[in-house]
């Protein structure tokens, strides 16, 4: 709980490259990853920005993240089964090579 | 109630005849056309019985009587249209079905128009009447029938226009007013210019100079009974009209009064020398009609010139419509008969001749005089009866011209139809009872047979001198002015036509292709294009972060 | 009569077509029997109840019908004497045209869509007819496009879909500029129900220019159904619709809904007094004098019969704005009563048109020739409806023009029997010479079209052709009649001018 | 001196971040991206919440990382990582994009850093309220008793993602390929020993839960390890069908938990009311049951498992 | 009695799917009928409820809301839960007859149907803004599973598509979340409401949530997922996610803009808000007008529509906020038709291209009338639903003399009839050749069959709201937004 200025500002830059990333980068997998990082970050803010109470940081937030953790996990482990399953059918890995798919 | 019955009958007789026509049922429909002939005569029934009738439901509240204006005419109506229809029942073969719609038409008008004691009965009488007139003008359904249906019919509807205008002025603020009440207090005339709207619309039916074009056009055409019946009673509806819708004030401004006489003195020369240049026989009759209602015409000016003349002047343009419809009548029944094939035809034919030419001791002497002395009355210029006078020897000439053609139709294989000397009789004898019932003084005083003989002299000397002198005759197409008119609107429409030719009526046949949305543009392939980009996740995250910092600057610092 | 029936006859007259559409549509194309019967019953149905609602209003009851719609404002059915007038018209008409469509029908497809929206197109009339505020009326006005539109589609040719998107264009721009002067009428005034004589009259004057381009919206909105000169080119173009379409719709449905919009905004929105004051009717006269000259003239230029009907109805419908756009007691009589009169000569002149096309083929005028002799009573019921649009006695038309001329005159617009008078000619113009070419033309060697057609289908078809034009017959000729149309107009006029 | 440590573990976070999302090859980022999750778990044990640190080992890095790791394996047997062509709209955008969360960044940390201050409202409520339920460690008292909304839900995302995933692969397949198990003989004897040990752990992990850190979702995820473990060893294999064992692990948690809320109102008490420490142990359990099961079949990315290898 | 009736809307149909992930195929039908048809029920005396008192709150476990979550359902909660069922209701009759619950892919698809049916549920009741985090992702996670259970390949792209967007949102919201319980100390919305001012942070939070919201509602120009996503979805999926899935997160919006910033005066973003709705008006209007596809068609037309729903903020007021609630509901029933009638289209002509649908309505009238009566109440002409919202958003704009409100709503009414009577026009026009080969007796009319009639009921209803909106608009006027006044 020393210095949270520290974490937050390290939390916003790993929320940046993540973003970045996501909307950047060309294969999925990649854009996966930078969303469990940006999840990652939130939880830190969310943390750090309660503030201590009596001491220990606040209890509650922490089952937030918790809770935010698996749901992290649930949500990349159904979009890599969908990656999968969209580069066995159309055999690509990213979103930008499709030609208009709605013909 | 015997009115409605007498307008009730002719229309029930044209249903019948219809309706049997159509199921074709020719026997049931031969029987009703015997019965056609006897129908005008119920008019004389209400003028017997005299009696008057209202009812609120039929159109706008009819009313139904006789009165005096409306009394020779109706006698006129009753004997021409039963005897023309009686030869009309012989002698009309073919086109039946169309002559005898025009013809109950035409009866069933007059009957309601005579009848009338409305402005809305009266109008719609006039308006059935002229246009069942139409279908006997164009019964023959030749060229030239149908040249003379349309000059008749543009006329005749330009007429009935004019003569709505004029009636709508009356309604307006008497609403549908009775004609008697009309004619009690004219204080609708100052009002409005319907009088002078009403005075047109009729004049064209009695085919007043300018407004002359169609008849000699459509009268000859018509089959001889429809002639008949046209020139000699519906003529009449017109100086019917101006006897009911256009009373004459008391402190009438002169020249209007002075200005009708002239019109009516024009009318009466003019159609005479018309008549003159023309080569058909019935053509003849047709301009001397027009001549005829000239002199009418005149008579009826009187009534704006001196006041509290009104009862004299009915009686005598009375006299003078029934004299004329009679003889005018029985001439064109003669050309049904080939009036030159016999010496005793060719007399037939002279007797009505001389009575319109006004010889001494005939009908036409007693109803010239009668009008003589009206316009006596009027303090005009002396001029007046000189040329009053000079209109006689007009007659006289074209009734000479008229029996010379008349000779020459000498085909003996056309019977002579019993119709037609029963007509010459009445023509003769019907003026003087009338004359005698109503009262006229009947003088044989010397000045006044001097008076209608000389003019005769000189009509006899003006023939002798011409046929000595050149024998060419002028010849003239039949409806003089029309001719010019027609070529200058062929002219005219061509030009529109062709003007609007441009713009034919879009061709929206029924093709049936279905409807296929329209092929995408450019600029909308831009637009689809534009689509595609916004759905790739870089350019999504850009409209994201511009629109999340956009909403931010805009809430933190526009909010206060 | 007790108060549950007056509160219930109102919607079941109007709702009585709409469940026999509904039944329609059940039946599917193959049952005609059923489809046939369903029809007539429901014809029948709704002329009795209007029937009873009649006596009900004469014996001085108002039956009404009202439910909460919006907050503030309700559905309102309501049974005064105007609307009676185009309820019964449209119930009679209604029932009429029924038999003519089932005959004129007999051969053709998807029958059951058409009578389908065929009923529904009915409600929505009735609807209008009935309705107790302007609410209401939109509501049923807006039912009324839609349910219009399948049927001008019912050919499914290009044409027809030509036709069909002009009139979608112009009712549903119209309808967008009815909605803005509605809202704001009822922004300014708050929500009423229709009241003789004006709801605005008790206004006095506060918003003069608001109301005026209130008034403006209003005409617009009702302008296009009832084919005033800018927005009428829908109108010749829906044409493409079968017979009894044009003959019910254009004629009567459609195009009198617009009328008789124009009537309620008149006289039961601003009453006469306040159109008086604010000098609305004199731009309403200009308007409709020019439409009915413009209508005139182009039918002049038609070679297709039912284009040129529709031209005429152009013109004619502009009659009614006519009369009580120049107000006072008699000319408003005289617009009011043409509702009717036009309706049932215009559509006697459809119904035979569609004889025409149906049995013989004809589409064109110059295709006229001699059908006379073919068909005398289709031609006899096309002679009278002609001649009731010229305005020669003694069909139903004269008793307009002479309306309308003697009220013009009583108000002082002298002029506007010059435009009476040249419509007059222009109508005899366009429809004299093919009244020649029906009676007096020699006929051709062959019809264009000569189907064996069941003896049920002509005398449907020429049956109601003859009972229509007997109507317009007796409307005009007995106009005297307590009963006719013209002393039940008169006394809804005695309503606005006491 | 803890503030040097902060900032080296702050800026591996970040570095590690940049190593594992930009530049670099595919399986190059995956493994930078589990390192980033392990000092994720160090920065959760400097800012004292074990439990966290754990979770975030567990889940974040373990089994985050197995399953990138298994699906950049699919990838590559499916012959679909060849790089997507660069497209140059990709370049115009990527600066603005750059910019823009540059910008982003900028706000957040500024905001974030406004909001450091003392503990909130909702922080002191659960201080007093915690002695009361009996419970040691507030975390678990917050997921179980007093928020226990929030975790029945989640579990149920869980389960959504489990069925999803179903969804997705289709009728056709029975399973997605699994890489060639090692039969080597070492393999086989650190798997016979650390699996059962993976259980011992998990039940450990379930009963402190109540009182120390740990709790079900550790539990769980060390099951899942060992599961995976397994797999990897051969040991366990996929299987087209769901056994109807395995279906009631995957629904326990949830079936549970929302009985017992249930049954709570049945009685007249509150919705989700918790009635005592064995109410929350039985919860716990069927949890761990579930995430565990669940989170092997999503690894496995088949309906079922099954121990003898298919022919 | 209300506590029960709250407990059954969310945990009826979570118990449901669960027991149909775990029953034989044989019995899966019964627990997906009692998981879904119930809801209904469960609703009335919910909104007798809210009838009286007007708001009702529930305690979840008994704890009160700094520490605890709370359900509150006030009139906007109830109106979108009346709609949630309904939707869950009829288009899941619809729906059996696709994907049968006996069927192997029956099992998946009817316990993703619960799941997305309870988290919407626990959404609209919830007030707790982290526990609406987790209900949107539960909502996300079954909505894309619903997506790609027919496994098209476009459907696939589609699916990571909004996967990667809804996410992203998601992430966006989450950090929202954690600045406002970092600043106010509690996670209750209204709490937080009444806690926080117009400072740098509480709006910084809240435009990060609103970016997050205005993603996964597809709000004009973050709509690039929606038309690829709600076209490729088999039938009843795209229906579900047209009328309810999207309208969620408007509804979020709502709340945070109209109760936790309720006295913030925003005065020039609400604005900017309503120039998003009326750009997608008629950005949407006019590309559904250019598709060729009907599916994509309307699917454009929900983006169109969509823009309605933002012209709340610039015309806030007691009419602007009930005629927007109205459209919320009626949209949703009509749209919900539209797709069901332009799916069975698509199952029995074989395709939805325009092109070669000319004349389908003789084998089709009963969804063509549907088609019809749906795109009635879309195009706002009475007596449908629409026509009410429109009538009342009109009146609002005129209140406020906003001209360019008011134009933008009647040039969305015009466009709507523009891209919705084409395919009408296509539908019911007969091509030259079947009329060559018209002879016989035209193509017979496919069966009344059940699911045809469940879209026409659906379409019925989007009229019937059109008739009868007093007591749901009485009941909206209960419940206004703190910052509106009656």
Redesign the interface.
């Known amino acids: 709980m020393s210095h949270a200025e520290v974490w937050v500002i390290a939390a916003a830059a790993v929320f940046g490259i993540g973003l970045y990333s996501l909307l950047i980068a060309s294969h999925l997998l990649r854009q996966l990853i930078a969303i469990k990082v940006m999840g990652s970050a939130i939880f830190l803010v969310l943390v750090v920005a309660a503030g201590p109470i009596d001491g220990a940081l606040d209890g509650l937030p922490k089952a937030l993240v918790l809770t935010g953790i698996v749901i992290a996990i649930s949500a990349i482990a159904f979009a890599l089964a969908l990656l999968v399953r969209l580069a066995e059918v159309t055999g690509s890995t990213s979103l930008e090579d499709e030609a208009d798919d709605d013909r | 109630m015997s009115a409605l019955v007498a307008v009730i009958v002719p229309l029930a007789l044209l249903l019948g005849l219809w309706s049997a026509m159509a199921l074709g049922a020719v026997r049931l429909a031969g029987q009703l056309l015997r019965l056609a002939p006897w129908v005008p005569l119920l008019l004389l029934w209400p003028l017997v019985a005299g009696s008057a009738g209202e009812f609120t439901w039929p159109l706008l509240g009819m009313r139904l009587g006789v009165d005096a204006t409306v009394v020779p005419v109706l006698v006129l109506a009753a004997l021409a249209w039963s005897a023309a229809g009686w030869f009309a029942g012989s002698r009309i073969t073919e086109g039946r079905r169309w002559f005898w719609t025009g013809w109950l038409g035409a009866l069933a008008g007059m009957h309601l128009l005579l009848l009338a004691g409305d402005m809305a009965s009266f109008y719609v009488g006039y308006a059935l009447l002229s246009l069942s007139a139409y279908l006997l003008v164009t019964q023959p359904g030749s060229d030239e029938a149908w040249r003379a249906g349309r000059v008749y019919l543009i006329m005749a509807l330009a007429g009935e226009g004019a003569l709505l205008v004029g009636l709508l002025l009356i309604a307006g603020s008497l609403g549908n007013a009775p004609l008697a009440e009309l004619a009690a207090n004219p204080a609708w005339v100052t009002e409005s210019a319907a009088r002078w709207w009403l005075l047109a619309g009729f004049a064209v039916k009695l085919g007043i100079l300018p407004l002359h074009l169609w008849l000699p056009l459509a009268h000859p055409v018509a089959p001889v009974p429809a002639s008949a019946v046209l020139s000699g009673v519906i003529v009449k509806a017109g100086l019917l009209g101006w006897l009911r819708f256009v009373p004459a004030l008391e402190g009438e401004p002169q020249f209007i009064g002075q200005a009708l006489l002239a019109l009516g003195l024009a009318t009466a020369l003019g159609g005479v020398a018309l008549g003159l240049c023309q080569t058909r026989l019935k053509t003849v009759l047709a301009y001397s009609t027009i001549s005829q209602m000239g002199l009418l015409l005149t008579g009826f000016a009187v009534a704006f010139l001196v006041a509290g003349e009104r009862p004299a002047m009915l009686a005598a343009l009375g006299l003078f419509a029934l004299h004329h419809g009679l003889n005018k009548a029985s001439l064109f029944l003669a050309c049904g008969c080939a009036p030159g094939a016999s010496p005793w035809r060719l007399a037939l034919f002279a007797l009505p001749t001389l009575a319109l030419a006004a010889a001494p001791l005939t009908s036409g002497y007693l109803a010239k005089t009668a009008l003589k002395d009206l316009v006596a009355l009027a303090p005009t210029l002396p001029l007046v009866s000189l040329v009053l006078s000079l209109t006689s020897t007009a007659t006289a000439l074209l009734m000479w011209k008229a029996f010379g053609l008349a000779r020459t139709q000498t085909d003996r294989s056309i019977g002579l139809h019993p119709a037609w000397p029963l007509l010459v009789v009445a023509g003769v004898l019907v003026p003087w009872v009338y004359a005698l019932a109503g009262g006229l003084a009947l003088e044989f005083a010397p000045d006044k047979l001097l008076a209608s003989l000389w003019p005769l002299g000189l009509a006899a000397l003006l023939v002798l001198a011409w046929t000595r002198l050149s024998g060419a005759a002028v010849r003239l197409p039949e409806g003089d002015l029309v001719v010019p008119i027609e070529r200058l609107v062929s002219l005219l429409g061509g030009r529109l036509r062709r003007a609007n030719g441009t713009r034919t009526e879009a061709s929206d046949d029924e093709d049936d292709t279905p409807h296929t949305p329209g092929q995408a543009s450019r600029l909308v392939a831009q637009l689809l294009q534009l689509e595609a980009l916004q759905r790739r996740l870089p350019v999504a995250g850009l409209a994201l972060l511009a629109v999340g910092g956009l909403l931010w600057l805009l809430t933190l610092f526009g909010g206060r | 009569m007790n108060s549950t029936l007056l509160f219930w006859l109102p919607l079941a007259v109007v709702m009585v077509s709409a469940l026999a559409g509904i039944g329609i549509f059940m039946a599917g194309e193959q049952r005609q029997g059923l489809r046939t019967m369903l029809n007539l019953f429901a014809a029948v149905a709704k002329l009795v109840l209007v029937g009873v609602m009649g006596l009900a209003v004469l014996g001085g009851e108002a039956p009404e019908f009202r439910m909460a719609l919006l907050p503030g404002l309700d559905l309102v059915l309501r049974a005064d004497a105007l609307s009676m007038l185009f309820a019964t018209l449209s119930a009679v008409l209604w029932l009429v045209t029924t038999v003519y469509a089932i005959a004129y029908l007999e051969r053709g497809a998807d029958r059951a869509r058409f009578f389908g929206f065929f009923s529904l197109c009915v409600t929505a009339t009735m609807g209008v007819a009935m309705a107790g505020n302007l609410l209401t009326f939109f509501i049923f006005y807006e039912l009324l496009t839609l349910t219009t539109w399948p049927l001008v589609i019912h050919s499914g040719t290009r044409a027809a879909f030509a036709g069909a998107r002009t009139y979608l264009v112009h009712t549903l721009g119209a309808s967008a500029v009815f909605l803005v002067g509605m809202v704001w009428l009822y922004g300014l005034t708050g929500a009423q129900d229709f009241i003789a004589g004006g709801t605005l009259a008790a206004l006095q004057l506060e918003y003069t220019l608001q109301l005026k381009v209130i008034f403006g919206l209003l005409v617009i909105g009702m302008g296009v159904k009832a084919a005033l000169f800018p927005l009428h080119s829908w109108l010749p173009r829906a044409m493409v619709a079968p017979a009894p379409v044009s003959a019910l719709l254009h004629a009567v449905a459609v195009v009198k809904a617009g009328a008789f919009g124009l009537v309620r905004v008149v006289e039961d929105i601003y009453g006469p007094e306040l159109i008086a004051a604010l000098g609305l009717g004199l731009p309403l006269v200009i308007i409709a004098g020019f439409t009915i000259l413009y209508g005139s003239v182009l039918a002049l230029y038609q070679r297709d019969i039912k284009k040129r009907l529709a031209y005429s109805t152009v013109s004619q419908v502009s009659y009614i704005a006519l009369g009580i756009g120049i107000g006072g007691p008699i000319a408003t009589i005289g617009g009011i009563v043409h509702l009717v009169h036009q309706g049932l000569m215009k559509i006697a002149l459809f119904f035979c048109a569609g004889i025409y096309a149906n049995l013989l083929g004809i589409k064109k005028i110059d295709q006229l020739d001699g059908v006379g002799r073919r068909m005398p009573w289709t031609s006899l019921c096309f002679s009278i409806g002609a001649l009731g649009m010229i305005g020669l006695p003694p069909v139903a038309g004269f008793i307009t023009k002479w309306y309308l001329g003697a009220g013009a005159v009583a108000v002082g617009m002298d002029w506007v029997i010059g435009i009476l008078v040249a419509s007059t000619l222009l109508n005899a113009a366009y429809f004299l010479p093919v009244l020649k070419r029906i009676w007096l033309h020699a006929p051709p060697a062959a019809w264009p079209a000569d189907p064996t057609v069941s003896l049920l289908e002509v005398r449907g078809m020429v049956g109601a052709a003859l009972v229509v034009a007997a109507m317009a017959l007796g409307v005009g000729l007995f106009a005297g009649h307590p009963l006719s149309p013209l002393n039940w107009v008169t006394g809804i006029a005695a309503g606005y001018f006491p | 001196m803890?503030?040097a440590i902060?900032?080296l573990i702050?800026?591996g976070?970040?570095v590690l971040?940049?190593q594992?999302?930009?530049g670099g090859s595919?399986f190059r980022?995956?493994v930078m991206?589990i390192v980033?999750?392990l000092t994720?778990a160090l920065?959760w044990a400097r800012?004292?919440?074990p439990?966290?640190a754990m979770?975030?080992a567990a889940?974040?890095a373990g089994?985050?990382g197995a399953?990138?790791m298994i699906?950049?394996w699919?990838?590559r047997a499916?012959?679909?990582?060849r790089?997507?062509?660069?497209?140059p709209?990709?370049a115009r955008?990527?600066l603005?994009?750059?910019l823009?969360?540059?910008?982003?960044?900028?706000?957040?940390?500024?905001?974030?850093?406004?909001?450091?201050?003392?503990?909130?409202?909702?922080?002191?409520?659960?201080?007093e309220?915690?002695p009361a339920t009996g419970l040691g460690n507030?975390?678990t008292?917050?997921?179980v008793?007093?928020?226990?909304?929030?975790?029945l839900?989640?579990?149920?995302?869980?389960?959504?993602?489990y069925?999803?995933?179903?969804?997705?692969?289709?009728?056709d397949k029975a399973a997605?390929p699994l890489p060639p198990a090692q039969d080597a003989p070492l393999v086989g004897a650190l798997v016979a020993v650390l699996a059962p040990l993976a259980v011992l752990v998990a039940i450990y992990l379930l009963k402190a839960g109540s009182q120390l850190p740990g709790?079900a979702?550790q539990a769980g995820a060390v099951l899942a390890a060992g599961g995976v473990l397994l797999m990897l060893a051969g040991r366990l294999h996929p299987a087209p069908l769901c056994g109807?064992g395995l279906?009631?692990a995957?629904?326990a948690g949830?079936?549970v938990f929302?009985g017992v809320?249930?049954i709570m109102?049945a009685l007249g008490?509150?919705?989700?009311?918790?009635p005592g420490t064995w109410a929350v142990y039985l919860i716990e359990t069927a949890m761990m049951i579930s995430?565990g099961a669940?989170?092997v079949l999503?690894f496995a990315?088949s309906a079922g498992l099954t121990g003898t290898p298919r022919r | 009695m209300i506590a029960e009736a709250l407990a059954g809307l969310v945990f009826l149909p979570l118990l449901a799917a669960c027991a149909v992930a775990v029953v034989p195929k044989r019995a899966v039908g019964v627990f997906v009928w009692s998981g879904l048809l119930p809801l209904p029920a469960l609703l009335l005396p919910l909104t007798e409820a809210v009838w009286r008192e007007g708001l009702v709150r529930l305690a979840v476990a008994g704890f009160a809301s700094p520490l605890g979550i709370e359900w509150r359902v006030d009139a906007l909660a109830l109106v979108v839960l009346w709609l949630n069922a309904l939707i869950a209701v009829f288009v899941g009759l619809y729906a059996a007859r696709d994907y049968p619950p006996g069927s192997a892919r029956g099992g998946r698809f009817w316990a993703l149907w619960l799941l997305l049916t309870s988290a919407m549920n626990a959404l609209l009741l919830s007030a707790d803004l982290f526990n609406l985090f987790v209900t949107l992702e539960l909502v996300t996670l079954a909505a894309i599973g619903l997506l790609v259970i027919d496994g098209k390949p476009a459907a696939l792209r589609a699916a990571m598509r909004y996967l990667l967007l809804a996410l992203l949102g998601s992430l966006f919201y989450l950090l929202g979340v954690a600045l406002i319980y970092g600043q106010a100390g509690t996670l209750d919305l209204y709490q937080a409401g009444e806690r926080l001012g117009p400072g740098l942070l509480p709006v910084t939070a809240l435009v990060l949530m609103t970016m997050g919201l205005l993603v996964k509602s597809a709000i004009f120009p973050l709509h690039g997922w929606l038309p690829a996503a709600h076209g490729n979805a088999p039938g009843p999926v795209s229906a579900v996610l047209s009328a309810m899935v999207v309208k969620v997160s408007v509804y979020l919006i709502w709340r945070l803009w109209l109760w936790l910033a309720a006295d913030w005066q925003p005065a020039w973003a609400l604005p900017l808000l309503g120039l998003l709705g009326a750009g997608a008006i008629l950005y949407g209007s006019v590309l559904a007008f250019l598709q060729v596809r009907l599916k994509m068609m309307v699917a454009y037309s929900t983006v169109a529509q969509l823009g309605y729903l933002m012209l709340l903020f610039p015309l806030l007021g007691p009419l602007g906020y009930s005629a927007a609630s109205y459209h919320l509901l009626s949209h949703g029933l009509a749209k919900a038709a539209m797709f069901l009638a332009v799916s069975n289209i698509l199952a029995v002509m074989g395709t939805d291209r325009l092109d070669r649908l000319a004349g389908a309505d003789r084998r089709l009238p009963l969804d063509t009338l549907t088609l019809a009566l749906a795109g009635v109440s879309i195009l706002g002409l009475p007596p449908s639903g629409g026509f009410v919202s429109k009538w009342l958003m009109l009146q609002a704009a005129w209140a406020i003399d906003g001209w360019l409100w008011l134009a933008v709503i009647l040039a969305g009414g015009l466009l709507a009839a523009a891209y919705l009577f084409r395919p009408l026009a296509v539908l019911c026009a007969r091509p030259a050749t079947a009329q060559a080969a018209d002879d016989g007796s035209p193509p017979s009319a496919t069966g009344l069959h059940w699911s045809g009639v469940v879209a026409l009921l659906l379409a019925l209803g989007a009229l019937a709201a059109g008739l009868a909106p007093a007591p749901v608009l009485a009941l909206l006027e209960r419940g206004l937004p703190p910052g509106i006044l009656p």
Do not use: C, H, K
């Not at chain 4, 790089?83 to 497209?87: G, N």
């Not at chain 4, 839900?153 to 993602?161: N, P, Q």
């Open positions: 803890s503030l902060d900032l702050a800026t976070l970040v971040a940049w594992a999302l930009v595919l980022g995956i991206f980033f999750g994720m920065a800012l004292g919440s439990d966290l979770a975030e889940i974040g089994v985050t399953l990138l699906a950049y699919r990838l499916l012959g679909a990582n790089p997507a062509p660069r497209s709209l990709r955008v990527a603005g994009v750059g823009l969360s540059a910008v982003l960044v900028a706000m957040i940390g500024l905001a974030a850093v406004g909001a450091i201050g003392p503990g909130g409202e909702a922080g002191q409520a659960l201080a309220a915690l507030p975390i008292g917050v997921l008793i007093f928020r226990n909304l929030d975790t839900l989640e579990v149920a995302v869980l389960l959504a993602a069925v999803a995933s179903r969804a997705v692969m289709g009728d997605l709790g979702f109807v279906r009631i995957l629904v949830t079936v929302s809320g249930l109102l008490q509150p919705l989700l009311a918790i995430i669940t989170l999503l990315g």
